[in-house]
């Protein structure tokens, strides 16, 4: 079983950023996958950013040179940088880890609004 604790979100102009963090606690020394996914509303949860045994990362195309991921493996977090904040970028955010083969475990989310 893992715990995932997400922290960081909240309300933002256009252009500002916010950084996102993920604690994991439980079996994760398991744990090869973590990330982030986003839903806004009435919208489908899309995958915005991932990172593989703490060194290969992913970003959907939409944020990429504007978000970073990363993750401390000596304390189980997973961060989520977000630079250039855009409207669009409006959404509640999940942490999500995968121990494999293949089970996927859920934070509660983080509301991240943009707005002026």
């Known amino acids: 079983q893992v715990q995932l604790v997400e922290s960081g979100g909240g309300l933002v102009q256009p252009g500002g950023s916010l950084s996102l963090s993920c604690a994991a606690s439980g079996s994760t020394d398991s744990i090869n996958v973590m990330g982030w996914y986003r839903q806004a509303p009435g919208k489908q949860r899309d995958l915005v950013a991932n990172i593989i045994n703490g060194v290969i990362t992913n970003y959907v195309d939409s944020v990429k040179g504007r978000f970073t991921i990363s993750r401390d493996n000596a304390k189980n977090t997973v961060h989520l940088q977000m630079n250039s904040l855009e409207p669009e970028d409006t959404a509640v955010y999940y942490c999500?880890?995968?121990?494999?083969?293949?089970?996927?475990?859920w934070g509660q989310g983080t509301q991240v609004t943009v707005s002026s």
């Open positions: 999500y880890a995968i121990i494999p083969p293949g089970r996927r475990y």
